[in-house]
């Protein structure tokens, strides 16, 4: 795959899973220019000794960045920590990866509280909403420093984001998936991130700053179970395909790892 992603990079939930993969293959297949702003909650603890791993062996390539998305002071500490790395330079993506989903699967209605929606909202939806707010900064300058000859065009190159979301939000296709798992705070939460992508779209167009959701696909991680059909190196390099590929007419769109649309 000719990658064609450049410059800063942010990835949330970076330590492992699909944003641990992320991660790699940004940091194998993008050119001497890319940096990679890794974040995960805890960078020194024994769940990012795999991260840890790839800043050594990609060294000068990747920033591992303290950021826990459940709580709004960690996002705005882990911002103004990339705004001073970044100086007069740009965001040129943003992929709000991380995640979670409570309480564990199948979720059945009878096991789900208030605390649940709670802090999966919290995270899924408030997090992503909230650092995008605060990177709009850095993003609306990546995508001016591109302006020359570049016109209206968007890309991930250029400046964008990208909104991990998943299948199993779309409120047309639930009565497919609903009898396996009910999942009430995952999905409702991730709908909501879609509708989030469909507004920053909106209000972000005139900027020139791209946004998408993209499904993984079913993928074997921690939250996607072992059973799942698809491993995460397939699923990261389909999905750094697609992101490769959009331009605008992708912007505000719901897109499988594969580039194929999903109904809302
Ligand atoms: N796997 C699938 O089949 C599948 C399908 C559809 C969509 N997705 C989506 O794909 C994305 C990645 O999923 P995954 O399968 O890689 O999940 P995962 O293996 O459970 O990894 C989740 C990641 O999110 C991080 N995270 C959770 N809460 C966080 C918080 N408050 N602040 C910062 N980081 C936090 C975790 O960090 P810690 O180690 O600190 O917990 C971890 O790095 C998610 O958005 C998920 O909804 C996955």
Redesign the pocket.
Known sequence: MPMTLEGNILV?????????ELVKQLAEKTGGEAHIYA????PDGT?AEALRDLTTQYPGKITVIK?????EDSVSAAVQAVKEQIGDGGLNLLI??????KPLSPAPLSATGKQDMMEVF???VV?PFLIAKMLLPLLQRAAEMKSPGEGDKMSCRRSAIIN?????ASIEKCPESFGLAQMYP?RTS?AALNMLTRCQAEDFKSLNILVTAI???????????KQ?P?N?PDSVHGMLSTMSSLSNKDCGTLLDWQGNPIPW
Not at 96 to 101: D, K, L, V
């Open positions: 949330t939930g970076a330590n492992r899973g699909i944003g641990l974040c995960c909650r805890a769940g950021l826990d998305m459940s709580d709000n990866n991380a995640a979670i989903n919290e995270t899924n997090g991990i979301s998943t299948l199993l995952y991730k499904h993984p696909g079913w993928v074997r991680t921690q939250m996607g179970g799942a698809l995460p």
